[in-house]
C-alpha cells in the first residue's frame, strides 16, 4: 500500500490508516473513503477529533488550499465532515461483512464458531466481531477459543449486525482469511481511528520514499 502525507498533520502514512478527499463539481469537499473518485485529492489521518478540530478553526480550508495550490473557502468544507466520515466507514464495514458472508467466509453463532474452529477447510480466523451489548462473559469466551492472535472488532451492537447479515440476535461473527476480510480489516481500523480506540492492527511496514506522493 502506498503512503500518502495528511495534509494536516504533514505526515506520511499508509493509506489504509487515511481518508482520501476531492472537491466535488459544486466546490464542496466530500470524503472518498474508497478512494475512487476523480479529481485531484488530498488526504487526511482517520482521526475524528482532529478533522472536527480543524473543520471548525478552518484550518482544513486552508490545508486544503495549500495542496490545491488554489483557495478554498471555509464555507466549501461541511462542518459534519467527520460525522460524514464515519457514518461511510460504518456503511462499508456492514456491506463487505455481508458481502463476505454471501462468499462463505464469515461465521456467526458461538457454537457454530467453535465447530468451525476445529473443522477442517473453513479456512484461517482473521476477524473476530462481536456486539457491543452482548454479555461480557461470552465475549471472554470466545475471545479465548478464537485465540489472543485474532483482532477483535466491538463497534456495533446486536441490531446493526443483525440487519447486516439477514439473521436473528447476532452477536459473535468470525470472519475467515480473504482478500475481503483484508479489506475489511482496513476499513475498520479507519473506524477505529476516528472514534479514538487505537490501532486494530499493527501498521504496515514503510514503502519506499519514492512510492510517496499527496494526490
Known sequence: MRERRCILTMQSAS???LIRLVMSPDGTLVPDVAARLPGRGMWV???RAMIDQAVESGQLAKAASRSLKAQVQKSAVP???GETIDRLLERRCLDRMGLEQRAGHLVTGFDKIKAALTKKGTGKPA???TATDGAEDGRRKIKAAVGA???EVAV???EALSNALGRDNVVHVLL???????????DFGRLYGMRGLGPLISEAPSHEEGQRNED
Open 15 to 17: 493509506e489504509d490508516a
Open 45 to 47: 489521518t482517520a482521526d
Open 79 to 81: 462542518g459534519d465532515l
Open 127 to 129: 476477524l473476530l466481531v
Open 149 to 151: 492472535k485474532v483482532p
Open 156 to 158: 456495533f451492537d446486536r
Open 176 to 186: 475467515m482469511q480473504s482478500g475481503g476480510t483484508d479489506r475489511l480489516k482496513v
